[in-house]
């Protein structure tokens, strides 16, 4: 199977760079006459009119009958939709933030709090849990702690690493009936109890947020207690909205800000960039390529920074939660492969791990290499070492025997910084390669049919029920 390099093609812009961030494609496997179908495509589909009509309001989770409107949590245009009631909640949480951090708030002891521990899970999680793992200080003041699986050992080991009266938990669900969440917010409130921290002393350990406007009564907590999000806000997508509280209280408000103000700006590109110069539409051509013409089936993220290491399972839910479905809103079913299964790993380690199989396995990838061109640290050596090895895999991991039927395709993605602007502005880049890959493939990016129906399965079967039989029932039921 010979098949050209994009690099190969006289005349074609390979890279493209926004919000410094460099995008570089030309170790895709493409010619240059697919290319220029695949922006032809891009039109004929109205891939940026889509994306407009989602950042305007349009009601594109159709199956939930909602708009999806995460670039709104992150405009300072009054004229983004919910503008003001978005600005007002950012300002509350941010404030709240600060007072945690400056020592106003404290524990009902009054000492101040030195651990946060998130209760959520999904993207009540993944998003707050990667930022903090790129940003935050090598010494930290206040720690953030993510309680997600339903796992005692997981409790055991934050609960042993914090003092209670220097804790505050924050519980953080959309919906606020997701089982894990309740169980172990159920744990922790027990913790505090234990430990002498109760009635009005509570309410200085414990906060929450939701879409569910009750979930402070039910919590017994005060209505200062709860930071809402909006329906209109994906749980995937939620990373802006107060689901990043423990953020702003671990890294500040204004590193927060910053956060917000460099996806904004990734917004603003994505809005007004032509496609051969857009970031995230010439992402999402590249994978809805290789999944449609060349039965790419999986896509591997290698990110060579530490910091990035927690992108890698963020974007696994992102993209994987919002692609991984085989029929149209309308239920018809879409011929060929569409999203890809989405994994990765530290791309140093894995080079001493599964590189022997993207390099000689019996497998299609797609492969995203990231690196950033100032190191987030002072050691020279390492740096250079280190960027040694990016620079050769991207080379290494494209070149195999010519006429194997298994290759790979690579796009490396380099931050001129790896800042929280810069952060802010690479996961919404993956934001809208996602749905932008929904509009090609013809797929509601924003639900999670799949998902909901594991969620009322495991709700059965811990109340006794047999999960073979309840999933024969609902079967019949339709
Ligand atoms: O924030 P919630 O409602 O607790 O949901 C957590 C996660 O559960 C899911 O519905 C399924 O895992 C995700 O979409 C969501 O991020």
Known sequence: MLLPFLRDSAGVNTSATACGIRLDISRQ????????????????????????????????????????????????????PHYEEVAR?????????????????RGCRGDRITDVINIGIGGSEMGPHAVWHALHPAKADIHLHFLSSVDGVLLERILA?????????????KSFTTRETQVNSAAVDQWLLDNGIVGADRAKHMVVVSANPHAADVMCLPAQNFFHLWDWVGGRFSVWSAIGLPLAIGLGAETFREFLQ?????????????????????????AYWNATRLEITS?????????????????????MESLGKTV????????????????????????????QWLREGTGRTSIDI??????????????????????????????????????????????????????????AMYEHKTTMLGSLFGINPFDQPGVELGKRLSKRAEAGGDPARILREEADRQ
């Open 299 to 319: 896509h591997c993220m290698l990110p060579y920074d530490e910091r990035l290491r927690v992108t890698v399972p963020w974007l696994q839910q992102l993209e």
């Open 262 to 286: 460099g996806a904004n700006e990734m917004d603003r590109h994505a809005f007004n960039t032509p496609v051969e110069e857009n970031l995230p539409a010439l992402l999402a051509l590249m």
């Open 89 to 105: 909640e950012r300002e509350r949480m941010l404030n709240f933030a600060t007072m945690v951090r400056d020592g106003r708030w």
């Open 328 to 355: 149209t809103p309308e239920g018809e079913r879409i011929p060929g492969h569409t999203g890809l299964s989405v994994w990765g790993s530290n791309g140093n380690e894995a080079q001493h791990s599964f590189y």
């Open 370 to 427: 990231v690196w950033s061109e100032m190191p987030g640290h002072r050691y020279a050596e390492h740096y250079r070492v280190l960027l040694a090895n990016a620079r050769a895999q991207a080379e290494a991991l494209v070149m195999r025997d010519p006429a194997s039927p298994y290759f790979n395709a690579v796009s490396t993605i380099v931050f001129d910084a790896v800042t929280p602007r810069r952060l802010g502005a690479f996961m």
């Open 29 to 80: 496997r493409l010619s240059a006459d697919d290319f220029k179908r695949l922006l032809e495509l891009a039109e004929s589909k109205g891939l940026l009119d889509a994306f407009k009509r989602m950042v305007q309001g349009e009601v594109v989770n159709a199956s939930e009958g909602r708009a999806a409107l995460h670039t709104s949590l992150r405009s300072w245009n009054p004229r983004a």
């Open 161 to 173: 690493q914090c003092n209670p009266r220097s804790t505050l938990v924050v519980v953080s669900s």
